[in-house]
């Protein structure tokens, strides 16, 4: 069995537990957001990783997974590309990549975001999924149509660049972390998206240290309208 296959099933194996889907909807996510992007606790399966180079790193079945949630990352088409995986409890983010993710863009929110991007329509790039999930909550809020996508660290990859410079109609709106990294990231992908004349600018919003889910954590929708006023 290939590594793809035998991830992909294994994650169509997996439950969710009411603790994790209770602690989604408190970070912002929806029903709908869980159910479309596949989002499971990670119970390891009896058939072990066809790859055994990764027993090592990870366990012949991922055990180093186990009763963590994971959230899968698809390609712009909808290809499995990986995962991203944390505790519900603690911050021990790790990311797992197919081979796959080393010629697409790897981006969170991948491939719910893609209709906005073929009908010319805004996009939103934040940094994680927990700011995904809030900026979607707002967005719908709004009933604005613009998409949300999540480039993971605060920069722009290579190949996120040129996906957005391949499909990008409308306009592109930096919403990283008011902090340090993020200014300094928004500052850099400004750079890199004007000079591949890609319209963009970046968002004001919060007050320093903030960001999207944070605000969601604060106060949720209605704090996110405050903080987002100018959108």
């Known amino acids: 069995?290939?590594?793809?296959?035998?991830?992909?099933?294994?994650?169509?194996?997996?439950?969710?537990?009411?603790?994790?889907?209770?602690y989604l909807m408190g970070r912002a996510a929806t029903p709908e957001i869980i159910d479309t992007w596949?989002?499971?606790?990670?119970?390891?399966?009896?058939?072990?990783c066809p790859q055994r180079n990764l027993h090592e790193h990870y366990g012949a079945h991922f055990e180093r997974f186990e009763g963590?949630?994971?959230?899968?990352?698809?390609?712009?088409?909808?290809?499995?590309?990986?995962?991203?995986?944390?505790?519900?409890?603690?911050?021990d983010d790790v990311r797992f990549l197919l081979p796959e993710s080393h010629w697409n863009p790897v981006w969170i929110g991948m491939p719910f975001a893609m209709e906005a991007l073929w009908e010319g329509?805004?996009?939103?790039v934040v940094?994680?999924?927990?700011?995904?999930?809030?900026?979607?909550?707002?967005?719908?809020a709004i009933e604005s149509d613009k998409g949300v996508l999540g480039s993971g660290p605060a920069r722009l990859s290579w190949k996120q660049t040129e996906h957005l410079y391949?499909?990008?109609?409308?306009?592109?709106?930096?919403?990283?972390?008011?902090?340090?990294?993020?200014?300094k990231g928004t500052a850099d992908a400004l750079e890199v998206l004007s000079r591949r004349?890609?319209?963009?600018?970046?968002?004001?919003?919060?007050?320093?240290g903030d960001?999207?889910?944070?605000?969601?954590?604060?106060?949720?929708?209605?704090?996110?309208?405050?903080?987002?006023?100018?959108?």
């Not at 329509?121 to 939103?124: A, Q, T, Y």
């Open 1 to 22: 069995m290939a590594l793809t296959e035998w991830l992909r099933a294994a994650l169509e194996a997996s439950p969710l537990t009411e603790e994790a889907r209770d």
């Open 197 to 208: 004349q890609v319209p963009c600018s970046r968002l004001p919003y919060g007050k320093s």
């Open 127 to 140: 940094e994680g999924r927990y700011d995904v999930f809030a900026m979607l909550r707002l967005l719908a």
């Open 166 to 183: 391949r499909w990008m109609r409308g306009h592109v709106y930096m919403v990283y972390d008011n902090d340090d990294p993020g200014k």
């Open 68 to 91: 963590k949630v994971i959230y899968p990352l698809y390609n712009p088409r909808g290809k499995l590309l990986g995962f991203d995986s944390r505790h519900i409890d603690r911050k």
């Open 38 to 48: 596949g989002i499971k606790v990670w119970d390891p399966p009896l058939e072990p």
């Open 211 to 231: 960001d999207p889910g944070l605000i969601w954590d604060r106060g949720g929708v209605e704090a996110l309208r405050t903080a987002f006023r100018y959108l």
């Open 121 to 124: 329509r805004d996009l939103i």
